[in-house]
């Protein structure tokens, strides 16, 4: 993914919604793919500090929020939680993860990376 962002010459976007445990090694190749990345905080009630991709201070992590545009109760939670979108009641796919994206992807055609 590294050499095509770099051989378009524009700003790129990932949306991930997968976790695991702690791995530094994930934490470390997000930062150094050179793309902005979206990571999903998930939806275990934990907090997200020991879930990675979620974790990694690059990665703009996304948490849900219900109608009240509070914290879903089964959202992860803590300090690296980014930014909360709609995540409860949501018929279909979610959506959180992929409206930041579309945000930030308009951000940076907008300002720049």
């Given amino acids: 993914m590294s050499r095509s ?3 378009s010459g524009q700003p790129s976007v990932a949306s991930l ?3 695991g445990g702690r791995s530094t090694v994930l934490d470390n ?4 793919i050179g793309v902005h990345v979206i990571a999903a905080a998930g ?3 934990k907090d997200v500090s020991d879930i990675s991709p979620a ?3 690059s ?3 996304v948490g849900a929020s219900n109608i009240h545009d509070e914290r879903a109760l089964f959202s992860n939670f803590g300090p690296v939680v980014d930014v909360f979108a709609p995540g409860e009641s ?3 796919p979610s959506i959180g993860g992929p409206n930041v994206c579309r945000i930030t992807i308009n ?4 300002y720049g990376p």
């Fill in 107 to 110: 951000l940076l055609v907008d």
């Fill in 29 to 32: 190749a997000l930062t150094k």
């Fill in 17 to 19: 919604s997968l976790g």
């Fill in 55 to 57: 974790r990694a201070p």
């Fill in 59 to 61: 990665a703009i992590t």
């Fill in 5 to 7: 962002t770099r051989a």
């Fill in 43 to 45: 939806n275990n009630n």
């Fill in 90 to 92: 949501i018929i279909g």
